[in-house]
């Protein structure tokens, strides 16, 4: 059985425990063990449909020119198959940090008094920014195994456009209580206005394009939209991911809980949480608009 290697950053804390049910863990995000290939490949979707905005790369032994191969998810290398070997990719120049400026000795902050200097244009405006869309579902339920989706809600921020999308789902049962009575969403408005859930994926994914996804608690949202998908045979996503909530935490480090009915109101946005997926998604951009950090990541 081929020996595995997995190393974990900036991931949730259940993806870990996850991982250790199977694997060892010989140093902080570093996880080893030594399984069949059916195993591994398991243990590797169920890392890159949990890893969230963290990064995971994993490493085994197999039978080709150098011995191993890897794959890696959400970090600047890629694996490039040339003539059997294994090859590393990295994201353009940020795989060095290194300009010809920087080799001559040219510092940052003198880049920065020349661009200032010299420059005629406008700070960098809303058009120029990345496109990201605020992503929010709602579910009868917290296991993505055995609970279903009932709706996806989303919104587009490309520049200073802001588009929409929402959808219900069909569902074969009746709504339990508990959520039609959070939710509002009735059995017979799924019947009525809810499409099947393989077409409501292909409109999400269309929505989401190559697009950074954002949300509040997103790791919930993601996990159950990857299990869909692979139910559906169509692969996980495999969009940039920032979770609101980690901007939150390093923020207002000492709320009671970090709800989003709470957390709204700390920052003084004085809104009810409908539990609607698109009503949601609006909060939440509301929310992330005021989070300290947020605009850094959005280039």
């Known amino acids: 059985m081929p020996f595995t290697v997995i190393t974990l950053k900036k991931v949730p804390p259940s993806l870990r425990g996850d991982l250790t049910k199977w694997m060892q863990e010989i140093a902080t995000g570093v996880y080893v063990g030594n399984f069949n290939s059916k195993v591994r490949e398991e243990i590797w979707e169920r890392v890159k449909e949990n890893v969230a905005a963290g990064e995971a790369t994993l490493s085994y032994s197999t039978q080709n020119e150098i011995g ?177 909530m980690k901007f939150v935490k390093k923020e207002k480090m000492f709320l009671g809980n970090y709800k989003l009915y709470t957390v709204l109101k700390a920052y003084g946005i004085q809104e009810e949480v409908p539990h609607r997926a698109l009503a949601d998604a609006k909060l939440i951009h509301a929310l992330a608009l005021k989070v300290n950090g947020f605009d850094k990541v959005i280039r």
């Open 68 to 244: 191993y191969s890897f794959e890696t998810r959400n970090t600047r290398q890629t694996n490039i198959d040339f003539d059997g070997i294994p090859l590393v990719q990295w994201a353009n120049k940020e795989c060095t940090g290194q300009t010809e400026e920087t080799k001559r000795g040219i510092s940052n902050a003198a880049k920065f008094r020349q661009a200032r200097k010299y420059s005629v244009t406008t700070p960098l405006e809303a058009s120029e920014k990345e496109p990201y869309v605020i992503l929010d579902i709602e579910t009868d339920g917290l296991n993505e195994r055995q609970n279903k989706i009932l709706e996806i809600g989303a919104i587009r921020i490309e520049g200073n456009s802001i588009k929409e999308f929402q959808t219900l789902v069909t569902y074969e049962k009746n709504v339990p209580k508990k959520i039609l009575e959070l939710t509002g969403i009735t059995t017979e408005m799924l019947k009525e206005k809810g499409i099947c859930l393989n077409k409501a994926l292909d409109k999400l994914l269309r929505f989401l394009g190559t697009a950074t996804i954002v949300g509040y608690g997103v790791e919930f949202d993601c996990r159950f939209i990857n299990y869909a998908l692979r139910n559906e045979g169509k692969p996980p996503l495999s969009n940039k991911v920032y979770d609101i």
